[in-house]
């Protein structure tokens, strides 16, 4: 694989199994899908405090079911019960949770800024809709 091409695949790889599944699956797991929250770490933060650890454990926790199936893959070629890409399309995702919550725990406001304003750009981009899907 080239350096273009690889690329070409980041592209590809980010709109099918990365944003897709956050735009599906992150309004419904935070909470602001509902209404009842416009924090997008909501999640993390409602389960860190139920069971009394820090919200950034328990993205690690989700992380960590994601990297266990990508390692069973790695070590038996069989996939699960999901697609291989789907689970590093989680993985990723999971990294960037992480790193959001960190820039939150450490008040690093001109992340937090960026991340909002392109978290803003991104829903009225979308309006509701999924990426469009790019063919391989």
Same mark, same amino acid.
Do not use: C
């Given at each position: /694989?080239?350096?273009?091409? $690889? ?14 599944? /956050?735009?599906?699956?992150? =309004? ?5 899908? $509902? ?5 997008? &770490?909501? &999640?993390?933060? $409602?389960? +860190? ?5 820090? =919200?950034?454990? %328990?993205?690690? %926790?989700?992380?960590?079911? *994601? ?15 999901? =697609?291989?890409? +789907?689970?590093?399309?989680? !993985?990723? &995702?999971?990294?960037?949770? /992480?790193?959001?919550? %960190? !820039?939150?725990?450490? +008040?690093?406001?001109?992340?937090? *800024?960026? !991340? &909002? ?6 829903? $009225? ?5 999924? =990426? ?5």
């Amino acid at each position: /694989m080239t350096s273009s091409e $690889r690329e070409e695949f980041k592209v590809w790889f980010r709109a099918n199994y990365a944003d897709k599944v /956050m735009a599906v699956k992150g =309004p419904e797991y935070s909470g602001t899908g $509902r209404g009842s929250t416009q924090d997008v &770490n909501g &999640n993390f933060k $409602r389960v +860190g405090e139920l069971l009394g650890i820090d =919200p950034l454990v %328990v993205a690690a %926790v989700y992380f960590l079911k *994601h990297l266990d199936a990508i390692l069973t893959y790695i070590k038996l070629g069989t996939e699960g019960s999901e =697609p291989i890409y +789907g689970r590093f399309g989680d !993985a990723y &995702n999971y990294i960037e949770i /992480m790193a959001s919550l %960190v !820039a939150e725990q450490k +008040g690093d406001p001109e992340i937090i *800024h960026r !991340a &909002n304003a392109v978290l803003a750009d991104a829903a $009225r981009t979308l309006d509701g809709q999924l =990426p469009p899907v790019l063919v391989q």
